[in-house]
């Protein structure tokens, strides 16, 4: 986007550079104790001033201001979703250590991030999941 290549590491820390040049113009590494995975890619949106990577590591979704590199605060809690949120609705049993794991970038559509996810056996995807909204 306006000459800037977004892109993750092997060990999936979120990355800006410069594609004319290859300069680097910030870095974000995820929280330590997330679970690493593969990654599918990163999502880029915008609206007005108010731009935005999103991108999964493990059974977290952050967002990410492109210009700084800062979790966006607003988003979740301090700019990071959990993927588990929503799974324990009607079960009879913890499913905070299940695997959650993206299975594609994700989409922004009018304000809503949709997402593909695998999920281990014993959790059930919730028909309605309360995931923080995109001002």
């Given at each position: 986007?306006?000459?800037?290549?977004?892109?993750?590491?092997?060990?999936?820390?979120?990355?800006?550079?410069?594609?004319?040049?290859?300069?680097?113009?910030?870095?974000?590494?995820?929280?330590?104790?997330?679970?690493?995975?593969?990654?599918?890619?990163?999502?880029?949106?915008?609206?007005?001033?108010?731009?935005?990577?999103?991108?999964?590591?493990g059974?977290?979704?952050?967002?990410?201001?492109?210009?700084?590199?800062?979790?966006?605060?607003?988003?979740?809690?301090?700019?990071?979703?959990?993927?588990?949120?929503?799974?324990?609705?009607?079960?009879?049993?913890?499913?905070?250590?299940?695997?959650?794991?993206?299975?594609?970038?994700?989409?922004?559509?009018h304000?809503?991030?949709?997402?593909?996810?695998?999920?281990?056996?014993?959790?059930?995807?919730?028909?309605?999941?309360?995931?923080?909204?995109?001002?």
């Amino acid at each position: 986007m306006n000459g800037i290549l977004y892109g993750t590491t092997p060990d999936l820390t979120l990355f800006a550079l410069k594609a004319g040049t290859g300069e680097e113009i910030w870095r974000f590494e995820p929280a330590k104790n997330d679970r690493r995975n593969s990654n599918r890619g990163v999502v880029y949106w915008e609206n007005g001033a108010d731009k935005r990577i999103f991108y999964t590591v493990g059974s977290s979704l952050y967002a990410v201001n492109v210009q700084t590199g800062q979790r966006i605060p607003d988003f979740g809690t301090n700019g990071k979703a959990d993927l588990h949120e929503g799974l324990q609705t009607n079960m009879d049993h913890d499913v905070s250590k299940l695997s959650v794991n993206a299975t594609s970038p994700g989409i922004v559509y009018h304000n809503t991030f949709i997402i593909g996810s695998s999920l281990s056996e014993g959790g059930m995807p919730p028909l309605d999941i309360s995931v923080p909204s995109i001002p």
